[in-house]
């Protein structure tokens, strides 16, 4: 995980920039195998539900959290605004990937189970996914 976690950030001026069209990117977190039309719609929701990572072989959600960071911060018009909601939340994968590539500080709410981040828009040019730069420790706070 912290491997793939310092290749985005090191790529993130190239292959893993924040603002993208994922459907023609090589970064190795970015899913770029979703229908075509999934990178065309400026998103206003969603769930990272999937897939599970909680046995060894298992591919976890490394590469979905990723992938909806530049999808919201990707959008072309409507809402600047995008909650992302990550399932599993508790779970250290989705709590270190979601702190590192939807940026602890765009963290609203979390519970046992789901955390909710608010992303914004973003220029093409940007090569940050957070404005604070030091992500990987700590833990959000939970709210009921």
């Known amino acids: 995980m912290k491997e793939l976690i310092a290749s985005a950030k090191e790529q993130s001026g190239n292959e893993c920039r924040p603002v993208q069209?994922?459907?023609?990117?090589?970064c190795k977190l970015g899913l770029n195998d979703l229908?075509?039309?999934v990178y065309e719609v400026d998103w206003d929701v969603i769930l990272v539900d999937g897939p599970r990572g909680d046995w060894?072989?298992?591919p976890g959600r490394m590469s979905p959290i990723f992938?909806?960071?530049v999808?919201?911060?990707s959008k072309k018009s409507g809402n600047p605004k995008t909650h992302v909601?990550?399932?599993d939340f508790s779970g250290k994968v989705e709590r270190v990937c979601g702190n590192e590539f939807?940026?602890?500080?765009?963290?609203?709410?979390?519970?046992?189970?789901?955390?909710h981040y608010i992303l914004e828009k973003m220029e093409e040019s940007s090569v940050k996914y957070c404005k604070n730069h030091n992500?990987?420790?700590?833990s959000a706070s939970s709210s009921s």
């Open 102 to 115: 939807l940026c602890k500080e765009n963290l609203v709410e979390t519970t046992h189970s789901l955390g």
């Open 85 to 87: 909601f990550v399932h």
């Open 21 to 26: 069209n994922l459907l023609f990117s090589e």
């Open 67 to 69: 992938t909806a960071g």
């Open 71 to 73: 999808l919201a911060r």
């Open 35 to 37: 229908p075509n039309h």
């Open 135 to 138: 992500h990987s420790s700590g």
């Open 56 to 58: 060894p072989d298992a």
